[in-house]
């Protein structure tokens, strides 16, 4: 059986991305992952966010992560 964590699978999407110096990083959406981008958001963490609910099946989080300049342009 295999057990996954999506919090944790979101989180490390994240950080992956920043260390690999990604600008933007695209994560499978649901309701969960959406009330946390917005959370850290409110608390500094992310630059910018937006939501595509018509892409996929489940839509995507796309997030601007906030230590690149270059990623002002989402």
């Known amino acids: ?19 690999a110096g990604h ?4 994560i499978p959406s649901s309701n969960m992952k959406k009330a946390i981008t917005e959370i850290l958001y409110e608390y ?6 937006k ?3 018509a892409a996929g099946k489940q839509g ?4 601007a992560l906030k230590y690149d300049p270059m990623s002002k342009n989402l």
Do not use: C, H, W
């Open 44 to 49: 500094g963490y992310i630059l910018k966010y």
């Open 23 to 26: 600008k933007v990083v695209e």
């Open 51 to 53: 939501f595509d609910d």
């Open 1 to 19: 059986m295999i057990v996954t964590d999506p919090i944790a699978d979101y989180l490390t999407r994240i950080r992956n991305a920043q260390m």
């Open 60 to 63: 995507i989080i796309s997030i």
